[in-house]
DNA sequence: TAAACTTTGCAATGGCATTGCACTCCTTAA
DNA sequence: TTAAGGAGTGCAATGCCATTGCAAAGTTTA
């Protein structure tokens, strides 16, 4: 497992700390999206500043990306390991409103409809709400 | 023009007050969704929370609906008339990352794919970046 | 081993949404 | 016509979250 990690960090040039592995570890254990609270909870002693921008290192390098569920808080969710975060990594995102818990559904991928004459898209956020599996 | 203004409130029981009618004048006419601080700088003179609570009876009456565009602020753009702000009625937004300026795609409605199992979607925020077309 | 760089923790700061409270305005009923 | 009640408004907080400056701790390199 620890190995799995590590060679995620590797693959994207990104020296393993121990809080990169830690943060790392968590995202991947918890298979939905964290919000920086979320996360700051989880660890208890750790500051939400090193957390932050640790996350930010990880954007960066195409680790995780930023999912903007309208809860207030910006959640953070694994990338794939061969993604680039271009428009057609993009993936619709569920957010529970029971459990508020939030999913990437990186089955679903988004079809960008076409656009008015003039526009031009670089970037999709699709986001449905409703009640997840676990919650019905 | 004001005739059509009030209608619009009368049609959703909303008292025309000269707030409420300069709201959503500015609303109408901008064609566009704005920001709490947008509609602020367009008044000068009028307090922001009058403009947040104005805003909020508009939303509770299906006149206007938020957008979050991740743009940090969250946005507010006209209803359509028969609006009830169902799954049905939602559309795609566009932020362009020239200008800023977030547009509703009313004439491009959400098409909402198949879920994974026992999860349901009650509603859905549909954003795509790129370039307006204005600014290409 | 010392210098240079990176990472971390703490303590702000700033932006935006939201709310409490008092004042004003408008409506209503005596 | 006037007093009372309710709705709307303005001002001044408050709170939450993202973000950053700075100094200490840790790591790498010559």
């Known amino acids: 497992m620890?190995?799995?990690?590590e060679n995620k960090l590797k693959l994207?040039?990104?020296k393993p700390t121990a809080m990169r592995l830690l943060v790392l570890q968590?995202?991947?254990?918890?298979n939905r999206a964290l919000?920086?609270?979320?996360l700051e909870a989880l660890f208890e002693n750790a500051d939400k500043s090193t957390i932050f921008r640790t996350l930010k290192t990880f954007q960066e390098n195409y680790l995780v990306h930023r999912i903007n569920d309208g809860s207030g808080a910006i959640k953070y969710a694994l990338c794939d390991d061969d993604c680039i975060c271009s428009l057609?990594?993009?993936?619709?995102?569920?957010l529970c409103t029971k459990c508020e818990?939030?999913?990437?559904?990186?089955?679903?991928p988004i079809t960008t409809p076409s656009l008015p004459n003039g526009?031009?898209?670089n970037f999709a956020n699709y986001l449905i709400e409703g009640i997840c599996s676990t919650c019905t």
């Open 101 to 108: 818990k939030t999913y990437c559904l990186k089955d679903t």
């Open 26 to 30: 968590c995202l991947m254990e918890q």
């Open 2 to 5: 620890k190995d799995v990690i």
């Open 119 to 121: 526009f031009r898209a």
């Open 12 to 14: 994207r040039s990104v």
């Open 88 to 94: 057609e990594d993009n993936h619709i995102h569920f």
């Open 35 to 38: 919000s920086l609270n979320e």
